[in-house]
């Protein structure tokens, strides 16, 4: 079946860069999701790519997409205390007549030490 | 506009209680989801209407009931909830509907303890 994975955990130093990966297994996933969830929230939407791109910047953000191993990062530069939270991975799932749904990955605890 | 407003922010209720959450959005988004979250875990799809239809109930328990009034605003009616049911409710919503592959927008949660 349809399933996202990703690390637990990731703990990094303020101002080096962090890295996230997740692997996903449908193949026709239109587009792939990162979310950020911080303590006490709701999801943010942080980025997405579109499935026919390799990869996307948007300022400290960078999405690689790896479409033969199903892999996709994200990586965070100069990562900030602010950062700290929990990243989940998501992909779309289509079925047939009741349009897409997302699949998520368990999440990644990002944590920033200064 | 460009955000997903969700009411109350927490909410304790006993196993008898009856209570409603409320969301909104003025995006003109088509679809709305509700979601349970249990701590650091990920999102679990509950519902989604589209076009103000139900179009996916993933076999949530009957004490939970969707409505949708209209294409804005979402409730879920709650009624003889058990302990387990203590979680973050999140509500999303996206532009298109059931169209197709579209991105959902998640309002920041109703934090709902049942004692």
């Known amino acids: 079946g349809e399933d996202v994975e990703q690390s637990l955990f990731l703990s990094v130093r303020e101002g080096d860069s962090s890295v996230i990966n997740c692997t996903y297994t449908d193949s026709s996933s239109t587009y792939l999701y990162w979310y950020k969830q911080e303590p006490g929230a709701g999801l943010q939407l942080l980025t997405y790519?579109?499935?026919?791109?390799d990869m996307k910047q948007d300022q400290r953000l960078t999405v690689l997409l790896n479409k033969k191993d199903k892999h996709l990062s994200l990586r965070i530069a100069d990562t900030q205390t602010g950062d700290s939270a929990i990243y989940f991975c998501?992909?779309?799932?289509?079925?047939?007549?009741?349009?897409?749904?997302?699949?998520f990955g368990q999440g990644t605890e990002l944590s920033v030490k200064p | 506009d460009t955000e997903v407003t969700q009411t109350p922010k927490h909410l304790v209720m006993g196993m008898t209680n009856k209570k409603s959450l409320k969301c909104e959005q003025h995006m003109g988004h088509r679809a709305m989801y509700w979601y349970k979250q249990k701590a650091k875990k990920p999102p679990e799809l509950m519902f989604v209407?589209?076009?103000?239809?139900?179009?996916i109930n993933e076999s949530v328990p009957s004490r939970f009931s969707p409505e949708c009034p209209n294409s804005s605003l979402l409730n879920l009616h709650l009624h003889a909830l058990q302990p387990e049911d203590s979680a973050l409710y999140l509500c999303?919503?996206?532009?298109?509907?059931?169209?197709?592959?579209?991105?959902?927008?998640f309002g920041p949660g109703t934090r709902l303890t049942v004692l």
């Open positions: 209407y589209s076009y103000e239809k139900l179009s």
């Open positions: 790519i579109f499935s026919n791109m």
């Open positions: 998501a992909e779309t799932l289509m079925i047939y007549n009741q349009g897409g749904k997302l699949i």
């Open positions: 999303a919503s996206s532009p298109r509907g059931t169209g197709g592959a579209d991105t959902q927008y």
